[in-house]
């Protein structure tokens, strides 16, 4: 299932994704930072559920929703703002948003609504074994794991789960651990600075710097030396705002 992550702070969008991604391990979050990006991933994929911030650069979260309703009649839209404001909300009803969440979002607050959304029929992992296989993946990530020893703890034909892997959360068993990896990378980066690029590389399962680094630059775009001095000029930018 494709979600849709849209606010112009890389360290907010950075935040829903850790506290959405582990709970929801089959989710396909994409992440944009104002109207045109937002668009251009609406119209390149079919987006189920959309998570908006409404004070964006150029269009508004809310008008931003309107031209994601227009590509998606039946997406699902939860609206954030830092603001506790009537017109904002009673726009909100008219798109007919799913929610409206205050910042800062609170974990179990958002978790509520995205159970609530979950449970209401959204496409998701039907295979019970496939989730079993996702929940082994998401606790062992940093270990030695490959996809026989995975069929093995699910009990199936290792090229059986891969197909089946494959078809339901939409990717690759490898490349889901590569990416898995990164995420808890990315978050060791900017909360642990005091830990080196091969402690970090090590921690996530990674037994080479050096294909960490490359891997982690084919993801980001950067290395992650460079993405942790991103991150951390970020949060010293957000708060001097």
């Given amino acids: 299932m494709n979600v849709l992550l849209v606010d112009d702070e890389p360290l907010e ?3 829903l994704e850790f506290l959405i991604q582990p709970h929801f ?3 396909r979050l994409h992440k944009a930072a104002d109207g045109t990006q937002a668009n ?3 119209q390149e994929m079919r987006i189920q559920l959309a998570l908006l911030d409404i004070n964006l650069p150029g269009k508004s979260g809310l008008l931003v929703a309107e031209d994601l309703r227009r590509l998606h009649p039946d997406i699902h839209i939860i609206i954030i703002s830092a603001h506790h ?3 904002y909300a009673r726009q909100s009803i008219k798109l007919k948003v799913m929610d409206y969440i205050t910042k800062p979002v609170i974990e179990q607050e958002l978790l509520e609504v995205l159970h609530q959304f979950d449970a209401s029929g959204s496409p998701q992992v039907q295979s019970k074994v496939i989730q079993e296989a996702l929940q082994i993946l998401h606790k062992h990530f940093a270990g030695k794991i490959n996809l026989s020893s995975l069929a093995a703890a699910v009990h199936i034909n290792p090229a059986y789960l891969s197909r089946l ?3 339901e959360v939409g990717t690759s068993f490898s490349e889901y651990v590569n990416r898995l990896r990164v995420e808890n990378a990315k978050q060791l980066l900017f909360r642990h600075p005091e830990l080196n690029i091969a ?3 090590e921690r996530c399962g990674f037994n080479s710097q050096h294909y960490f680094c490359t891997l982690f630059h084919k993801h980001e775009g950067m290395p992650p030396k460079k993405y942790r001095e991103k991150r951390a000029l970020d949060a010293i930018n957000s708060f001097t705002r």
Avoid: M, R, S, T
């Fill in 13 to 15: 969008l950075e935040q």
């Fill in 25 to 27: 391990p089959y989710w």
């Fill in 40 to 42: 251009a991933i609406g």
């Fill in 85 to 87: 404001n009537f017109q």
């Fill in 165 to 167: 892997f494959h078809e």
């Fill in 199 to 201: 402690d970090v590389a």
